[in-house]
């Protein structure tokens, strides 16, 4: 495959069918039945070649584009000489909002300054919101939302974009002038399952309508909001990072369309990748806070004390050993090395049982080893035009049900060392089991992507 697609996206595609349905990361983005891959793409130039082999092509600013591509036909894309790089979606997990105070918001709306968000638009992209709580809502009971595109509900996208419907605030309006919530549903059926949307809305929006004396109203309650509901691509399933870019271009040409200034909430995040902001979404979010007049604001905790970063420095003829423990039930397991190119490392794995593979050649491309019940799969990643640093993918996957548990350890042994900082990071704590994580990890860059 060429390197113009990412290590994760090779390693899937080299992956059986049986091996991605394990995975926790190998499978997003694939429709099995369809045989198709969505998929995040750079470009320079036009689309057309790419239309040709894409069955569905959504242009985002700024020379991104979200694809759907049949898998047979992903090599043929990556020849095309305006694609610069291909990214699979990664899955997204909800970052928690701080308070007010901690914040330093309290100050600005005392004088005298009194800054309350009038002539804003706050646009909060996230599980949804309860569009009828009086919070979102003007003294006369009219909604403060200008726009809501629910990508959960098929039939009315926004112009532009094929997932979704998309409410104007004269639809909403009519729905909040019924009294009952089943006919307020009839009219505008969109609803926040999780509520983790409504409230991070209410602290960026709220206006405190729904506390007594206001003691709950958020950091902006004069501006006006525009809410996007994210998708999950599957029934049960979760959002992803092409959801996200799509929500995101949506609001700043939302935005631009009413010609207001915009800040926009993003509580979502995930701990895949080299943590150095390089990755196509990572570049596309920085690219778009210099499109129109707007702010980004991306919750980046949680993860601190999930025990799921490690780090250290190698050095020449010293190996490494990195301990990690794996609890009973875990059904599947990634973990992430991060290092200099210029350092070349073997790794070799000892299970809990004390059963040793290894040392692995520094061979680019995939590789499969089986200890016990656990199956290996690693993938020493390639050079790509986005990033510097090497990636050395290892997806853990049962052979039955579940993944060996106990004490793991990864051995470093460095044959070369230039640099020597390597890093290493598990999926979010939201999806392993408690107590999963390294036996010493490292509390630093433990922020979220």
């Known amino acids: 495959m060429s390197q113009k697609a990412e290590n994760l996206l090779n390693l899937a595609l080299d992956a059986t ?38 069955s569905s092509v959504t242009e ?33 997990f909800f970052e928690a909002a ?36 009086s919070d979102f809502r003007n003294p006369d009971g009219t909604t403060r939302i200008r726009a809501l595109w629910d990508q959960s509900i098929s039939g009315n996208p926004p112009e532009g974009y094929f997932l979704g419907t998309e409410y104007t605030q004269e639809q909403i309006n009519a729905a909040l002038s019924e009294q009952v919530k089943a ?12 509520g983790h949307g409504t409230s991070v809305a209410g602290v960026a929006a709220g206006n405190g309508r729904g506390s007594v004396g206001g003691i709950y109203m958020g950091v902006a309650p004069q501006s006006e909001l525009l809410i996007v509901k994210l998708g ?12 996200l870019m799509q929500g995101v271009d949506y609001v700043l040409r939302k935005a631009l369309e009413y010609r207001m200034p915009v800040a926009i909430n993003l509580s979502f995040g995930n701990t895949y990748g080299s943590h150095d902001g390089r990755s196509l979404v990572e570049r596309y979010i920085d690219d778009l806070s210099n499109f129109w007049k707007s702010v980004i604001c991306v919750g980046t905790g949680n993860e601190a004390a999930s025990a799921g970063h490690t780090s250290g420095v190698l050095q020449k003829r010293k190996e490494e050993r990195i301990q990690l423990a794996v609890q009973a039930d875990e059904s599947t397991l990634n973990i992430q090395i991060w290092k200099a190119y210029t350092d070349e490392v073997e790794i070799s794995f000892v299970s809990p049982a004390g059963t040793r593979i290894g040392p692995i050649q520094s061979v680019l491309g995939s590789q499969r080893f089986r200890i016990g019940e656990t199956e290996i799969l690693l993938y020493y990643g390639k050079p790509s035009p986005y990033n510097v640093a090497q990636e050395i993918y290892i997806d853990m996957i049962p052979v039955t049900d579940y993944i060996t548990s106990g004490v793991w350890q990864i051995i470093l042994n460095p044959t070369r060392v230039v640099e020597g900082q390597y890093d290493l990071w598990l999926p979010s704590e939201n999806v392993l089991n408690r107590g999963t994580g390294f036996l010493y990890p490292d509390e630093e860059v433990t922020l979220t992507i």
């Open 98 to 133: 701080n308070g007010k105070r901690v914040s330093c918001i309290l100050p600005v709306q005392t004088a005298p300054l009194k800054l309350f968000g009038a002539g804003i638009l706050t646009a909060v992209i996230d599980s949804g919101i309860d569009y009828s709580h």
């Open 17 to 54: 069918s049986e091996e991605r349905e394990k995975s926790l990361e190998l499978e997003v983005g694939y429709q099995p039945l369809d045989q198709e891959w969505d998929l995040i793409i750079k470009y320079s130039g036009n689309l057309e070649a790419v239309r040709e082999i894409a």
């Open 183 to 194: 006919r307020q549903e009839q009219i505008v059926p969109s609803r926040d399952i999780s």
């Open 60 to 92: 985002l600013s700024n020379e991104y584009a979200i694809l759907t591509v049949p898998e047979s036909r992903i090599e043929q894309l990556a020849q095309i000489p305006e694609i610069e790089y291909i990214e699979k979606p990664k899955r997204l």
């Open 232 to 243: 999950n691509p599957r029934q049960g399933g979760f959002p992803r990072t092409t959801e």
